[in-house]
């Protein structure tokens, strides 16, 4: 009975308990805050905050607010069937395909396009725009200037913004006949048109060395010479004098400076012909002392073609010089070979001034192989050494470009004054046209790759210039080459060029060893025993057909020039 009584007062005890624990009054907590109701009211001093600068759209963009059918008419947007969200903002709009127009191109698209018509424009400041070394004569002659310039002088009225554009590309390299009737048509067309005077970057002069002889009187106030009537039988009745209304050298640099202040390039051209007139540089006055040239600040690149009958003595170069305080680049070239050209070039290069820092000159145009030494060049060695005084000019340089005569002589005097510290020369460029040689008999001085005297000529010039590598520590480009356009086979014309660490070339046992001493960096692109399939014909003639018809040659054995030396044919 007692247990009985003890499980009851269990079970009422835990009743109480449970029933304490179920009734909230039992435990009174404090409540917590009460939840804000939905639609509560925003403060009327409620700011947004402000979108960080670095954001790519910082004007946030508010969408379209009027929401309404795609199938309603235009008349149900007045009725209540339309469901207008928010009338803030009207809808706008927008063309699903606008159309643009050419003057709303970006300017790089219309460069492109002009670029495309005229080809594309040099600079005339760096001559990095250029290849191998620097820009030569040629080169400039045709960089700026396009030949179909007055059909495309119609471009310029497609609109206004090429208007500009065409103008820049026509005026940017200009050819001038140093007359004085055309001196004064220049001076009053540009004064017309001052705002092309700054397009013009290049200016060409020529210097007539021919005139028409008129067997009629001519009027006083006639001043153009206009050629005789030409018949069908040909202009062999028409007679031709020397110029006589030829500007001089001072009243062209008066026009070039007054007219043309973004001028960069200068070329004159003093013209070839047999006993042609001298280029005056001015009128002598009382005291026959000649006067000094206007100055022209901004030339930077002076080009001389047919540079004998401008400048023959040291004192014609000097009062150029003078002239052109800015000049940097300087480019000659003889019509003719001559030995006044050898020895007038000579004695100029002496005096040569420290601000040149790039010389281009071509003595020999004629790039073809010789029996053997000519006269003129005969009467040079009788004075002088050509080559000493080449490389004294060369040992002040940046770049060298030369086309001529020269020996291995050029690079032993070249690396005796040039300091490895200081020097500045970082191109050399030769197109040889022969290699001098002392005491050489008549049939041992000629050239071509048939001529072994020749080509063991050339292996010491290549020789001489691998161990001036030694002493020009900063050369980049060494290129020595021979032109021969006559050859049966133009890819065998020796060559030798380093450049970006690389060989190509003619190449000899003792040529690789003087690289691997002098520059052990330097590799062979390819080295090649051969120059393809060689045989004999019944004639006894030597016959090859070449492994390279029309590719770029990288090797070229020097031994094998052994077997062109009694003749050579082709198949």
């Known amino acids: 009975m007692s247990i009985d009584r003890d499980e009851d007062e269990d079970e009422g005890t835990a009743t109480v308990e449970l029933a304490a624990i179920m009734t909230t009054t039992s435990t009174p907590v404090t409540p917590g805050p009460a939840s804000p109701p939905l639609d509560q009211p925003k403060p009327n001093d409620f700011v947004p905050p402000t979108r960080p600068s670095s954001t790519p759209f910082p004007n946030a963009q508010q969408g379209q607010t009027d929401i309404r059918c795609l199938t309603c008419q235009p008349d149900c947007f007045g009725s209540d069937d339309c469901m207008v969200m928010s009338p803030v903002s009207q809808p706008t709009v927008v063309e699903q395909n606008p159309v643009l127009t050419l003057a709303q191109l970006p300017a790089e698209i219309h460069e492109c396009i002009l670029d495309h018509i005229f080809g594309y424009r040099v600079s005339t400041t760096s001559p990095s725009s250029l290849n191998i070394p620097s820009v030569n004569a040629r080169s400039w002659s045709t960089a700026l200037r396009h030949s179909r310039r007055k059909e495309l002088s119609n471009l310029a009225l497609v609109c206004p913004l090429w208007r500009d554009l065409i103008q820049q590309r026509l005026y940017r390299h200009i050819k001038l006949k ?50 005789p009537t030409v018949s069908p039988e040909g202009i062999a009745s028409a007679t031709y004098a020397l110029p006589t209304d030829n500007s001089t050298l001072e009243e062209v640099f008066y026009l070039v400076s007054m007219q043309f202040p973004e001028a960069r390039v200068m070329t004159l051209e003093g013209g070839e012909r047999k006993k042609a007139p001298r280029v005056k540089f001015s009128f002598s006055g009382p005291s026959l002392v000649t006067r000094d040239l206007p100055e022209i600040p901004s030339i930077r ?14 004192k014609d170069w000097e009062t150029i010089s003078r002239a052109l305080p800015n000049l940097e680049e300087w480019h000659g070239t003889y ?82 004054y040039s300091n490895p510290r200081t020097t500045r020369l970082r191109t050399i460029d030769l197109t040889v046209k022969n290699c001098c040689r002392q005491n050489a008999q008549w049939n041992e001085s000629g050239s071509g790759i048939t001529d072994m005297h020749f080509i063991a000529a050339f292996e010491q010039l290549v020789l001489g210039g691998i161990r001036a590598l030694e002493r020009l520590k900063s050369v980049e480009l060494l290129r020595i080459r021979y032109v021969d356009l006559d050859s049966p086979v133009p890819p065998l014309n020796p060559y030798f060029m380093i450049r970006d660490g690389w060989c190509s070339g003619v190449w000899s046992e003792e040529i690789v060893t003087e690289i691997n001493r002098v520059r052990s960096d330097i590799r062979f692109e390819e080295m090649v025993e051969s120059f393809g399939e060689v045989g004999y014909n019944k004639e006894g003639r030597l016959v090859i057909n070449p492994d390279f018809p029309k590719s770029r040659v990288l090797s070229l054995k020097l031994a094998n020039y052994a077997m062109l030396s009694g003749g050579i044919s082709i198949i």
Not at 192 to 205: A, D, G, N, Q, S
Not at 216 to 226: K, Y
């Open 301 to 314: 690149t002076l080009i001389v073609k047919g540079q004998w009958n401008i400048i023959r003595q040291p």
């Open 335 to 416: 019509a003719k070979p001559k030995s006044k050209s050898y020895l007038s070039m000579a004695s100029t290069l002496e005096c040569l001034d420290p601000k040149i820092t790039s010389l281009n000159l071509c003595l020999e145009c004629d790039y073809r192989r010789e029996m053997t030494c000519p006269p003129y060049y005969l009467k040079v060695c009788e004075q002088l050494h050509w080559c000493e005084k080449l490389a004294k000019a060369a040992s002040n340089l940046e770049h060298l470009s030369y086309t001529g005569r020269v020996c291995h002589g050029f690079f032993d005097v070249l690396a005796k």
């Open 178 to 227: 140093a007359t004085v009737h055309c001196s004064n048509d220049v001076m009053a067309f540009f004064v017309r048109h001052p705002h092309l005077r700054t397009y013009v970057k290049h200016i060409e002069i020529w210097f007539p060395v021919f005139q028409p002889k008129f067997l009629h009187p001519v009027a006083s106030g006639d001043t153009s010479l206009a050629l």
